[in-house]
């Protein structure tokens, strides 16, 4: 339980938000090419990370607006919040 | 050799004040090498060293546990055990884990209070009451005794129930699987414990492993907290904490880690003679021994491996219990705590070999791995011995997020999650 910064919206409690998971995984350019190894990876394959993640939530309560976080999973602790469509920050 | 337990050494004991009883398990350094390694030290990591030194001969093994042994989920879940899945390969696996429940206590000569005092699973809407009865009838065909409830049989067999219509989510019926019921989840841990101990196995406490060594394609050994241990088998059980061990042996897998809530309340009385589960509403409770009633909340939808979740969760699952159960509006809740759990896509378990020789994975329970202690212990011991999966664990293979043949259980069975 933690208060997430909406870039939208400012602080607001965790339980508006959704949980999108893993940030950064991007959806294959050439579907019809893929093997079935490659559909693995990219549907079912997660890091699940202890320690920094990135990954995406959804202000699904509120402003119904995407964004990316990086956070300890360890803690959870938040250490950054970024806009959708944004690189991943350098740790 | 360890001294039988029994009524007779409870009463020779009594004459020495209880000071003078021998230890359940030794606390060794660990070898050299081993022939196989178990990492974790849960029910299933225990039971797996238990069937491999008794059933395969393998008695220069070790369990390395970073904490203390049963500490994690075993010692945290809701302790009910069922078979009631749906699909052909959940019920073989889950029906051959409750067999091997019912004649635990006199294997282990541990008194793991086996209670079969049923479970019954809800039906709050239309299709509740279709797939629980779709369920029934492949439960039967299976061979797994199951039974359809109307609203009243439901009251009857637990009359506390509020089976009012005019309720935000009434009970339209239930099912009942007789033969389910609870266990005491240390004893689990302990009794396969004392019983691996017996035939030799080494069960190392505080014991983080920190790498797995690979030569190429092949394990060669494990880097811990207490040295590196050389072995050719590693058997990975590590529930949340699957991915981080994957990791370091340059492996991923489909699991997300997030934080499952249960709580216990002050005892009372015994009012609650068996265990009710209700997925629609996500609330299942059962009473222990000691008149606590067990409540099992869900999972948060984010991944964390802080041991801790949402307050709304647990106010959500309580909000269900009130209404189901309005008797128990003035409990007071004693003690609320998390644990990780592994979840995969397909809510399925995998118990495999992996692309790397002599590394095995036994993960992905997620909400629901303590009934299948006994069983997953069992099969998985079988993988790791003949480099192979016995026949009930073979669908439960990492290749199938590969091959699509999925074991769909989500929301299909009773899983609650």
Known sequence: MFIINCPFCGERD???FKAGGEAHIERPKQPTEL?????????????????????RWNHAHGCRKWFNMAR???????????????????? | MKNKYSIFSLIKNAFSYHENWQKAWK????????????????????????????????????????????????????????????WDASAG??????????????ELNYNVMFSQRGVMNLAHNLQDVRDLKRRTHANRLNGIDAFYLSTEEVKKFCPIINTSPDIRYPVLGGTLQKRAGTARHDAVAWGYARGADEMGVDIIQNCEVKGIKRNGDEVEGIETTKGFIKTKKVGVVAAGHSSVIAGMAGLRLPLESKPL???VSEPVKPIIDTVVMSNAVHAYVSQSDKGELVIGAGTDDYISYS????????????????????????????RQWGGIVDICPDASPIISKTSVKGLYFNCGWGTGGFKATPGSGDLFAHTIANDEPHKLNAAFN?????????????GAAAVAH
């Open chain 2, 261 to 263: 809530q249960a709580l």
């Open chain 1, 72 to 91: 300890d999973t360890s803690n959870d602790e938040i250490k950054l919040i970024y806009k959708m469509g944004e690189k991943p920050p350098l740790k």
């Open chain 2, 93 to 106: 696996l889950y029906d051959h884990a409750l067999k091997i429940w019912e004649g635990l206590s006199q």
């Open chain 2, 307 to 334: 041991q801790k979740g949402s307050h709304q969760i647990v106010e959500g699952t309580l909000n269900a219990i009130l209404e189901l159960y309005p008797i128990f509006s003035r409990m007071r809740m004693l």
């Open chain 1, 14 to 16: 965790q339980s508006e």
């Open chain 2, 27 to 86: 606390d060794p350094t660990p070898k050299k090498e081993y022939d196989a390694i178990i990492v974790g030290g849960g029910g299933h990591g225990l039971a797996t060293a238990y069937y491999l030194a008794k059933k395969h001969n393998m008695k220069n093994i070790a369990v390395v546990e970073k904490s203390w042994i049963g500490g994690g989920n075993t010692g945290r879940n809701t302790t009910i055990i069922r078979s009631n899945y749906l």
């Open chain 2, 398 to 410: 990492l290749n199938r997020f590969i091959s699509g043949d999925l074991v769909d259980e989500h």
């Open chain 1, 35 to 55: 093997s079935d190894d490659e559909w693995a990876e990219y549907l079912f394959m997660r890091k699940n990370i202890k320690g920094v993640q990135f990954e």
